[in-house]
């Protein structure tokens, strides 16, 4: 916890809100939303931080100068990505021979919807970041054991610089084939590009991404690149308006894989998706004060929905993961996304004539109809103020008025017309099918995972999650849903419970043959498992790539101002059975191969891991034990909020009660009482139908659900 009389203060950037939470030393919370004006991102952090700070009664200076912790989140990158928008004119080094590797894919679906994937001649190709002209190919060869099998010839290095200079770059991207082992040509062609021309960017693979399979390695190079300067821009405008307002502590920035780091020590590429992973690390935090064993986060924002797998036996992790149309090797958490939010469009099909909700989203900017913008295409939000789900006056807290009459013409123009039916049917139509469609993708999440819902706990957030939370968990009987009353700044809340986290990767490539195995008991036989097994180079290639990045990762820290004592490390092993694949990420119980010992019991792990995931009916033994990389995950502590332990009070909610307004639920009209979550008490308890009104967000109670304030002042909803 923050010191006594200070703050922790972390800001989350979407596509169409940016949001902060102040954290008072007492564990209270203030938030603030502003709209995020991607041209200026800067001043959407600042704005939303004068918001919470205004409804706090202080000044925006008050609070910067007084936080003991600043962060924040950002989709930057992501949306340079996915939107592919223009970036530095960039340059590429590489081994002769495969100057196209990075325009033919491995995965040609990646990014794809299931439309497009079933029609991929027609989908097109996304565009390179570089384009084959200003790629350059040199001599060099390193082998798979990472000796030098062709000299790098410097002269051809030399003409490739001067060729692409020519051409105006700003940056060039180096990735040679087996860099990873043995960095020396990339080094080189960096001393000479530096002396050719010192004011030039420079990736190098074998340092943004040092791991095996080189396309994700190479995509990866070039997108550190290309997103990094307008990151590296963004933040330090940030950081130095936060100087002029007192703040003498570095930004903290959440990362993909979870936790956050100093803008010192900041890498573009694992910013990428970091926003979302905000509200990832603060189910992980509600879910550790609960007690809960299994939790599914569930994320509606304006764009999309996002939904978060946190089973008991720890994270998810995607090893290679899809940005946009492009696979890169950055580790990120895993997010199940879909196009499902406020903003989503609804839309007629103008040959079958049905009803559609989305992907397209009309993001903030128009944005709804009802946001009086010149957006003229319906959306969820929209429906929801149609259906008086929202009240159009007190939006953001009654900041701003919603245009209801928008809305209704909208609905009525674009989908009830078409479809010959009333627009209050309209409208609730699209409230159903995008429920029903961010309902089957839990459904298609927990069933994937072979995941009972009964042993999970759904938490439910974004700014139209608690509107949408009822319809999306219907009937997938999940024990409780539990919406904080922050949930539209949750991603902001949860980048604040967060340490500061880095994570490592090489590959040194560790092939275990011949291993004993008991066909009888379907195990490895421990005993006769000794390090004879493995050739000495590769025991001594594992020991050594787990020591070069503990000595990366606690130098990172250093820089942080943390000493190697505050330091926690978790090794992992990226393994398979020889011919298979693809590999299984597993915590190692060892750093170091010294002893017989260590290796069965890497070996035993392994085993463990697979008959959980796939039964030891599937085992392969006879191809032998493949260990592709390794991990290192270093955290140290942060500064955290605590959240308040509250005596229970009576179940009467009545003093939190505003008044009653008709709203559409279940193809009728319905007096319904209206209640204010400020003024709700631990205890307060209301049967559906029902509306609680937040600040920023509408929680919507059907008739067969009830909902209770807990002790943490968390709403939790059960079937009546």
Not at 225 to 240: D, Q, S
Not at 541 to 565: M, T, Y
Not at 629 to 649: E, H, T, Y
Request: net charge negative; aromatic share 8%.
């Amino acid at each position: 916890m923050a010191k006594n009389g200070t703050y922790i203060t972390y800001v989350d950037t979407g596509g169409t809100f940016s949001d902060a939470v102040i954290v008072e030393p007492d564990g209270t919370f203030t938030t603030g939303k502003a709209d995020t004006l991607p041209d200026r991102l800067e001043e959407s952090f600042f704005n939303c931080i004068e918001v919470a700070a205004k409804s706090h009664g202080k000044s925006l200076k008050q609070v910067i100068a007084n936080s003991a912790e600043i962060g924040y989140g950002t989709t930057q990158g992501t949306n340079i990505i996915v939107a592919e928008l223009p970036g530095p004119k960039l340059g590429m080094i590489t081994t002769k021979g495969i100057e196209d590797r990075t325009l033919y894919w491995r995965l040609r679906t990646a990014g794809l919807t299931k439309v497009e994937a079933m029609h991929m001649a027609a989908s097109g190709h996304p565009k390179p970041i570089i384009p084959r002209t200003l790629i350059k190919g040199v001599t060099e060869r390193i082998d798979s054991m990472g000796e030098v099998v062709f000299p790098l010839r410097e002269g051809e290095v030399r003409k490739a610089v001067k060729e692409l200079l020519d051409e105006g770059i700003e940056g060039i991207a180096i990735c040679f084939l087996w860099s990873f082992l043995n960095p020396v040509h990339e080094q080189k062609v960096r001393d000479i590009i530096q002396e050719m021309a010192p004011g030039v960017m420079i990736a190098l693979s074998s340092e943004v991404s040092p791991t095996i399979r080189e396309y994700p390695r190479f995509t990866n190079t070039i997108i550190d690149l290309h997103i990094g300067k307008a990151l590296k821009e963004l933040l330090g405008k940030i950081e130095g308006r936060l100087k002029e307002y007192g703040y003498k502590k570095p930004l903290l920035v959440m990362q993909a894989a979870g936790g956050v780091a100093q803008t010192v020590v900041v890498k573009p590429c694992t910013t990428l998706h970091s926003g979302p992973v905000g509200g990832l690390a603060g189910v992980e935090f509600l879910k550790s004060i609960y007690g809960f064993p299994n939790a599914l986060g569930s994320d509606v924002g304006g764009t999309s929905f996002d939904v978060t797998f946190l089973p008991e036996r720890g994270e998810e992790l995607k090893l290679e993961p899809v940005v946009g149309r492009y696979e890169i090797a950055t580790p990120m958490r895993e997010i199940i996304t879909m196009g499902a939010g406020g903003g989503t469009m609804a839309w007629v099909d103008p040959v079958t004539l049905t009803l559609h909700v989305g992907p397209q989203s009309a993001g903030g900017v128009p944005g709804p109809a009802c946001y009086d913008r010149g957006g003229t295409e319906p959306t969820v939000t929209d429906a929801d103020v149609v259906l008086n789900r929202i009240d159009a006056n007190y939006f953001l807290g009654g900041r701003k008025k919603l245009n209801r009459d928008k809305a209704l013409a909208a609905i009525e123009e674009k989908i009830a017309k078409p479809l010959k039916i009333d627009a209050i049917e309209a409208a609730h139509g699209i409230c159903e099918i995008v429920d029903a469609a961010m309902n089957a993708t839990v459904k298609a999440v927990l069933a994937t995972r072979g995941a009972d819902a009964s042993k999970f706990v759904l938490f439910a957030f974004g700014g139209a999650g608690p509107a949408h939370c009822a319809g999306y968990s219907a009937g997938l009987g999940f024990s409780k849903v539990i919406i904080p009353p922050f949930a539209a700044v949750f991603s902001a809340f949860g980048a604040s419970t967060a340490d500061v986290k880095h994570r490592f990767e090489a590959s040194p490539y560790l092939l275990l043959p011949n291993l004993p195995f008991d066909v009888v008991t379907s195990e490895f036989e421990a005993d006769k498992i000794t390090l004879d097994l493995a050739p000495s180079w590769a025991i001594q290639r594992f020991n050594s790539a787990f020591a070069g990045l503990e000595e990366r990762a606690f130098n990172d820290l250093d820089k942080e101002g943390f000493k190697k004592e505050e330091v926690t490390l978790k090794h992992e092993i990226m393994a398979r059975y020889g011919g298979q694949l693809w590999e299984l990420r597993i915590a190692s119980p060892v750093s170091r191969l010294s002893t017989d010992t260590d290796l069965a019991l890497l070996v035993k792990a392994f085993e463990s891991e697979y008959k959980t995931r796939y039964s030891e009916i599937v085992m392969c033994p006879a191809g032998g034990i493949e260990i592709i990389s390794i991990g290192l995950v270093a955290s140290a502590p942060a500064a955290k909020p605590r959240l308040l332990k509250k005596d229970l009070a009576g179940k009467d909610p009545s003093v939190a009660l505003k008044g009653e307004r008709n709203v559409y639920f279940d193809g009728k009209w319905l007096s319904t009482k209206i209640y204010d979550v400020m003024k709700f008490k631990p205890g307060n308890k209301v049967e559906g139908p029902t509306i609680i009104e937040m600040t920023d967000s509408t929680l919507i109670i059907p008739g067969d659900r009830q909902v209770t304030m807990d002790e943490y002042s968390n709403m939790v909803m059960e079937n009546r």
